[in-house]
């Protein structure tokens, strides 16, 4: 099991960038596949991207594709989420989710298919 903190999320106008960053302590990251998910009230937790333990391969949701990007710093235990050309729509609390490598699956989509969540940070984005 490991332990996840999520961080940077903020107020930001229409148009404007973020970085979220999520931290993980209890375990070497490298073992994990990670995954960002969002959460705006009264919705359900919706898939937003994953990456790979190696950060070879990375998959997004399509509400945010081609304006998110997923990363990893394995050597600092850390999992970045860098979103540009954010829009009302995009606002929710994000979370951070760890699955443990099999040494099949690269990736996983689902929220029912990580192990470990963070606590969430909050994203809103002002029109």
């Known amino acids: 099991q490991v332990q996840l903190v999520e961080s940077g999320g903020a107020l930001v106008q229409a148009g404007g960038s973020l970085r979220l960053s999520c931290a993980a302590s209890g375990g070497p990251l490298r073992t994990y596949v990670m995954g960002w998910f969002r959460q705006a009230p009264g919705k359900e937790r919706e898939f937003v991207a994953t990456?790979?333990?190696?950060?070879?391969?990375?998959v997004y949701g399509d509400s945010v594709k081609g304006r998110f990007t997923i990363s990893r710093d394995n050597a600092k235990n850390t999992v970045y989420l860098q979103m540009s050309s954010l829009k009302p729509e995009d606002t929710a609390v994000y979370y951070c989710?760890?699955?443990?490598?099999?040494?099949?699956?690269?990736?996983?989509?689902?929220?029912?298919?990580?192990?470990?969540w963070g606590q969430g940070t909050q994203v809103t984005v002002s029109s």
């Open positions: 989710a760890a699955q443990w490598y099999n040494g099949v699956y690269l990736y996983y989509t689902g929220p029912y298919e990580y192990s470990d």
């Open positions: 990456i790979s333990w190696n950060g070879m391969k990375t």
